[in-house]
């Protein structure tokens, strides 16, 4: 035990910790939800307020799991019950939400690696034909061989450890990806197409849909309702409520400046979603104008993006290539942090080696994989959920941890640390080396009083109330 505890992996500093955390934060959140919401949403109108939310609500969310996961030097199973003996149970949630997220998060992976090989093998056009998608996501053993590669990459990563593993890999993919995002982002503006009506659409006019603010029969309730989406995209994209920021905050040294790094972690993020945006609503605009647009979900990158590279020519499958090599970055960097904070929680709770708890982990999230894939095969079913929305094994998964769990940690973490054990708590390990906290009154009431409130009206409307 004793070994183990000398033996805590840590981030070499504070690039490392903030590249790993925004590699966890930055993925197919970032690429596929957070333009089409924006998109729905009225464009610079969605973006002016997920900023605000981003720096109050999130960065205060954000700043409580770092720092927890700092103070306590513990993983996520273990955490809360060093921050207050009797909410140990909290750690039970937060480690059963990644174990739900990771194996579907695999198979997705999966998905985006048969799309990325079968563009750099020059087959673009076969991924647009009717029904390529359908099929493949059914089919019996493809689906579970590539996600067997993906999780395989993460397993290699995560057991690596965090300084030769996760740090060292985030280090090379994230900016790679920022590198990848910029240069389509700037390509897309320069689209032009001329459609079968001879409307001609170009890529400026749908980055102006996209980033200007648009009032239009603007209602009390439709601002609501985008605060909410803005709310909900924000938890998800920043990869909070799961235990993975108590995880990396554990493995972060005591003199990184800690509210300077969740600001960077912020920025980033913010900054990869807003360029998928300038690539994404562009692009899809040209070719498909505004009915292109209202595409929501993972289909949107696995079935509309094709269409459009493949109209493109030679140039369109480089495009594609290089498009699903950056979804591949960015999903890996996110599922290693999913398999690292299961994965830290077992090295904590049990004293397992590293190398025991990432084996014992990827087997058993493995299994769970392998339901989610048949799920699209020999147990494929149509569930319509509280939420009103129709899907089949992995979208109950998601829409259990994302649209229940989650927010139930995060009210719970607001009433843990605004009430029980008081904001103070946090807001010492953040000044520990006499740092000065300029946003501590903001802190302070956001996780008394903001925070618990947005979340609970978040856990209503996921379960169909409101
Ligand atoms: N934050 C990630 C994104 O924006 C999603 C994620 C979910 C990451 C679960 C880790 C774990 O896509």
């Not at 149970?89 to 985006?112: A, E, H, Q, R, T």
């Not at 989406?229 to 493995?251: K, P, V």
């Not at 569930?383 to 769990?405: C, R």
């Amino acid at each position: 035990m004793e070994n183990e505890k000398k033996e805590r992996n840590s981030f070499t500093g504070s690039l490392g910790f903030v590249l790993a955390a925004a590699g966890s934060a930055v993925g197919l959140g970032n690429i596929w939800r957070f333009p089409y919401c924006a998109a729905k949403d009225g464009g610079g109108l969605f973006l002016l307020v997920y900023l605000v939310f981003a720096l109050t609500f999130g960065f205060a969310l954000l700043i409580t799991e770092v720092a927890t996961g700092r103070k306590t030097q513990q993983g996520p199973l273990t955490a809360y019950k060093f921050i207050n003996p009797k909410w140990g149970w909290l750690g039970i949630f937060s480690f059963v939400v990644p174990f739900i997220i990771y194996p579907y998060y695999c198979v997705i992976g999966g998905w985006v690696i048969k799309y990325m090989i079968t563009y750099i093998i020059g087959k673009g056009s076969i991924a647009v034909q009717d029904g390529f998608f359908g099929s493949f996501i059914a089919g019996s053993w493809q689906p579970i061989v590539f996600t067997l590669i993906f999780a395989g990459a993460c397993f290699y990563i995560v057991y690596r450890g965090v300084e030769k593993g996760i740090e060292k890999y985030s280090k090379i993919l994230m900016p790679i990806l920022a590198i990848i995002v910029v240069f389509i982002a700037f390509y897309a503006l320069f689209l032009k197409f001329t459609d079968a009506d001879g409307v001609t659409r170009t890529g400026l006019q749908g980055a102006k849909i996209y980033l200007v603010p648009s009032f239009k029969g603007l209602t009390v309730r439709g601002f609501l309702r985008i605060c909410l989406d803005a709310i909900g995209q924000l938890f998800y994209s920043l990869s909070i409520a799961m235990g993975i920021m108590i995880a990396y905050g554990s493995y972060m040294k005591k003199d990184v400046k800690l509210e300077k790094s969740v600001n960077q972690i912020i920025a980033f993020d913010t900054g990869i979603a807003v360029l998928a945006g300038l690539m994404i609503i562009p692009t899809v605009f040209v070719f498909s104008g505004m009915d292109g647009l209202k595409t929501a979900g993972p289909s949107l990158i696995f079935v509309a993006l094709p269409k459009i590279f493949n109209s493109l020519g030679i140039f369109g499958y480089i495009l594609g290539a290089l498009f699903f090599i950056m979804v591949l970055f960015a999903a890996l960097t996110s599922a290693v942090s999913i398999l690292e904070a299961i994965t830290a929680s077992l090295i904590d709770k049990f004293n397992w080696s590293r190398k025991k708890s990432v084996l014992v982990m990827s087997a058993a999230t493995f299994v769970v994989s392998l339901i989610v894939c048949l799920g699209y095969n020999i147990w494929y079913f149509d569930l319509t959920l509280p939420n009103g929305s129709v899907g089949q094994i992995l979208d109950v998964l998601d829409y259990l941890s994302n649209n229940i769990l989650m927010p139930l940690i995060g009210i719970l973490t607001c009433i843990l640390v605004g009430w029980v054990c008081k904001p103070q708590t946090i807001i010492d390990e953040i000044t520990l080396n006499g740092e000065k906290f300029g946003r501590k009154w903001l802190y302070t009431a956001m996780i008394k009083f903001v925070a618990p409130v947005l979340l609970f009206v978040i856990l209503l409307t996921g379960l169909g109330i409101i």
